[in-house]
């Protein structure tokens, strides 16, 4: 019997919206396209065969065998979760039979708490709970009466010993045998006892905290849910394997990295793991799982310096109280030039680190082992992937901000799969840094890690002049004469590329200038917004100094912002 498959994808004929956990009350089903609603209707044992999991939402794959018997039918899936969307449903089918799939109907049902799977489930446990609870009881019994034998025994010798005494004619060493049989089985008896006593109360609390959880999942009315049914018309029976799938919310996945440097060998050790989180309303037990990547838009980026802008600061205008307020009077031009505050600066809105893109590739990352996920919500982790890269290390420092160089490593992802935005533990070998959020880093692109702070490169910042240079009797301008020193210091065994930030002031206003700038050694970039970066290579111990030099000239007397 030659197989065959079936793939239909169909609109689900549904007139309730239930796109999330929460849904309206379902409507009437609208009659199915095709004709009239078959007769005959096969309720489908199913289970979960596999999980999709995107960082927003996950796809199910549910199984069941069936045979279908000659004419229109309808296989019933029920028990669906309602945070399903109604227009992912798909199925497909593969068997002996020979069938036509006419369409879909989903429409929402109401499951007795006695017939949920995990009032069931828990029912079962507790059913086979109360088994050994009542054999430990027995074992109980069964001991009591063995105690109750052998104090008869050692009633009856201490009785025969009187008598024998009485006579004068004891047999001490009757006695001695029997009072070591005595002393040995009451002993053992005693740590049976001790020892079935420990397993009647772990088996006691253990029925007790099933029971509570019972108690706690068991509705107090029938739960809504989800049932769909597959319209097919067989024209041959036979074996039918059917395939649904569909989408739920409520689910999603995010990637925990461990980033480990090892110095001495010039690479960085990778472990990817995903945190698995669900609260679709169904459980995922022994699935076969795979997680989902997407491209996200985001970026991370370290803190950086603002430009350094200098103006002249003018007073505002006194308020008179009779006269009108004016929403414009802070933007007039008063004494020539303009009043201007520093706004703040612009900076990009942050994007929720998951982002799914339904069109296009993805690649996935399959699960070896099958993994339970229970519609709790908790965090479940599954292993991904480990491996090694070859890393730069380096140091940065910016220490008008902070007197501190900062370990980085730049790192080449090389794997064939993008890093996706999540938290990151870091590590220098086998001690513990800090954590961060890492940015989306496609494959083949460079992401900066930074592994916090390293003492052993010292750092100095020391402003060694600010002197007011006098004007002369007809000069209209002041001037201020600014000298900066940055020491950096190798205190390590080895050498060490540090890369120093630091900035000269840019003027916004033409009336002043920033003028004499003399900066040794050179900087090896300059931006436009004053920011300066120098590239130093210090060897084992050794020190080496920046120095920024500069004058600011300024109209005389006028107040300075930013100075």
């Given at each position: 019997?030659?197989?065959?498959?079936?793939?239909?994808?169909?609109?689900?004929?549904?007139?309730?919206?239930?796109?999330?956990?929460?849904?309206?009350?379902?409507?009437?089903?609208?009659?199915?396209?095709?004709g009239?609603?078959p007769?005959?209707?096969?309720?489908?044992?199913?289970?979960?065969?596999?999980?999709?999991?995107?960082?927003?939402?996950?796809?199910?794959?549910?199984?069941?065998?069936?045979?279908?018997?000659?004419?229109?039918?309808?296989?019933?899936?029920?028990?669906?979760?309602?945070?399903?969307?109604a227009?992912?449903?798909?199925?497909?089918?593969?068997?002996?039979?020979?069938?036509?799939?006419?369409?879909?109907?989903?429409?929402?049902?109401?499951?007795?708490?006695?017939?949920?799977?995990?009032?069931?489930?828990?029912?079962?446990?507790?059913?086979?709970?109360?088994?050994?609870?009542?054999?430990?009881?027995?074992?109980?019994?069964?001991?009591?009466?063995?105690?109750?034998f052998?104090?008869?025994?050692?009633?009856?010798?201490?009785?025969?010993?009187g008598?024998?005494?009485?006579?004068?004619?004891?047999?001490?060493l009757?006695?001695?045998?029997?009072?070591?049989?005595?002393?040995?089985?009451?002993?053992a008896?005693?740590?049976?006892?001790i020892?079935?006593?420990?397993?009647?109360?772990?088996?006691?609390?253990?029925?007790?905290?099933?029971?509570?959880?019972?108690?706690?999942?068991?509705?107090?009315?029938?739960?809504?849910?989800?049932?769909?049914?597959?319209?097919?018309?067989?024209?041959?029976?036979?074996?039918?394997?059917?395939?649904?799938?569909?989408?739920?919310?409520?689910?999603?996945?995010?990637?925990?990295?461990?980033?480990?440097?090892?110095?001495?060998?010039?690479?960085?050790?990778?472990?990817?793991?995903?945190?698995?989180?669900?609260?679709?309303?169904?459980?995922?037990?022994?699935?076969?799982?795979?997680?989902s990547?997407?491209?996200?838009?985001?970026?991370?980026?370290?803190?950086?310096?603002?430009?350094?802008t200098l103006?002249?600061?003018?007073?505002?205008?006194?308020?008179?109280?009779?006269?009108?307020?004016?929403?414009?009077?802070?933007?007039?031009?008063?004494?020539?030039?303009?009043?201007?505050?520093?706004?703040?600066?612009?900076?990009?809105?942050?994007?929720?680190?998951?982002?799914?893109?339904?069109?296009?590739?993805?690649?996935n990352?399959?699960?070896?082992?099958?993994?339970?996920?229970?519609?709790?919500?908790?965090?479940?982790?599954?292993?991904?992937?480990?491996?090694?890269?070859?890393?730069?290390?380096d140091?940065?420092?910016?220490?008008?901000?902070?007197?501190?160089?900062?370990?980085?490593?730049?790192?080449?992802?090389?794997?064939?799969?993008?890093?996706?935005?999540?938290?990151?533990?870091?590590?220098i070998?086998?001690?513990?840094?800090?954590?961060?959020n890492?940015?989306?880093?496609?494959?083949?692109?460079?992401?900066?890690?930074?592994?916090?702070?390293?003492?052993?490169?010292?750092?100095?910042?020391?402003?060694?002049?600010?002197?007011?240079?006098?004007?002369?009797?007809?000069?209209?301008?002041?001037?201020?004469?600014?000298?900066?020193?940055?020491?950096?210091?190798?205190?390590?065994?080895?050498?060490?590329?540090?890369?120093?930030?630091?900035?000269?002031?840019?003027?916004?206003?033409?009336?002043?200038?920033?003028?004499?700038?003399?900066?040794?050694?050179?900087?090896?970039?300059k931006?436009?917004?004053?920011?300066l970066?120098?590239?130093?290579?210090?060897?084992?111990?050794?020190?080496?100094?920046?120095?920024?030099?500069?004058?600011?000239?300024?109209?005389?007397?006028?107040?300075?912002?930013?100075?």
């Open positions: 019997m030659r197989p065959i498959r079936i793939l239909a994808s169909f609109a689900v004929l549904f007139a309730s919206s239930f796109g999330g956990v929460f849904s309206q009350a379902p409507k009437e089903i609208p009659p199915r396209l095709s009239e609603v007769q005959l209707s096969i309720q489908a044992a199913s289970r979960i065969e596999s999980v999709t999991i995107f960082p927003d939402r996950a796809t199910i794959v549910r199984r069941s065998q069936v045979r279908p018997v000659l004419g229109a039918q309808s296989v019933v899936f029920s028990g669906l979760p309602v945070s399903l969307l227009n992912s449903l798909r199925v497909a089918g593969r068997g002996t039979a020979v069938v036509k799939i006419l369409g879909l109907e989903a429409a929402a049902e109401f499951q007795d708490a006695a017939l949920l799977p995990e009032v069931k489930k828990l029912e079962s446990e507790i059913e086979a709970q109360t088994l050994v609870l009542a054999k430990l009881k027995g074992d109980a019994e069964v001991l009591d009466a063995q105690e109750k052998v104090l008869s025994i050692e009633a009856s010798t201490a009785a025969k010993a008598e024998q005494v009485a006579l004068g004619k004891p047999d001490t009757s006695w001695e045998k029997v009072l070591d049989f005595l002393g040995t089985k009451l002993g008896l005693k740590e049976r006892r020892s079935l006593r420990a397993a009647l109360d772990a088996a006691q609390a253990r029925l007790d905290k099933l029971r509570q959880e019972l108690d706690a999942i068991r509705p107090q009315r029938p739960r809504e849910s989800r049932k769909v049914s597959v319209l097919l018309e067989a024209s041959k029976p036979g074996d039918l394997t059917l395939d649904l799938t569909y989408t739920v919310m409520n689910a999603r996945w995010a990637p925990l990295y461990t980033f480990r440097a090892l110095p001495e060998t010039g690479e960085v050790e990778i472990s990817v793991t995903g945190l698995i989180q669900q609260r679709s309303g169904e459980n995922w037990e022994n699935v076969q799982a795979s997680l990547t997407s491209s996200p838009a985001l970026d991370s980026k370290p803190g950086e310096l603002e430009p350094w103006d002249i600061y003018t007073p505002p205008p006194p308020v008179v109280r009779s006269a009108p307020k004016r929403a414009d009077m802070a933007a007039r031009p008063v004494g020539g030039v303009m009043a201007e505050a520093a706004a703040p600066p612009e900076r990009e809105a942050e994007l929720d680190t998951a982002a799914v893109v339904e069109s296009g590739l993805h690649l990352f399959e699960i070896k082992r099958p993994v339970d996920v229970p519609s709790d919500g908790a965090p479940h982790k599954v292993p991904i992937d480990a491996q090694k890269l070859k890393i730069k290390i140091y940065t420092t910016t220490p008008k901000l902070k007197e501190t160089a900062f370990l980085r490593g730049t790192m080449k992802n090389t794997l064939p799969y993008p890093l996706l935005p999540g938290n990151a533990d870091l590590f070998a086998d001690d513990y840094v800090g954590s961060t890492l940015g989306h880093v496609p494959a083949d692109d460079e992401a900066k890690l930074f592994f916090g702070e390293d003492r052993q490169v010292k750092v100095l910042y020391e402003q060694v002049k600010r002197e007011k240079i006098g004007a002369g009797f007809l000069s209209k301008t002041d001037r201020l004469h600014l000298v900066t020193r940055i020491t950096v210091q190798n205190l390590r065994r080895t050498a060490v590329e540090v890369e120093v930030a630091d900035q000269l002031p840019v003027s916004r206003n033409s009336k002043i200038e920033v003028k004499d700038v003399v900066l040794q050694p050179p900087a090896a970039r931006a436009e917004t004053g920011i970066t120098w590239s130093l290579t210090l060897g084992p111990q050794e020190k080496k100094e920046i120095t920024l030099d500069f004058v600011i000239e300024y109209p005389k007397d006028a107040i300075i912002i930013g100075i």
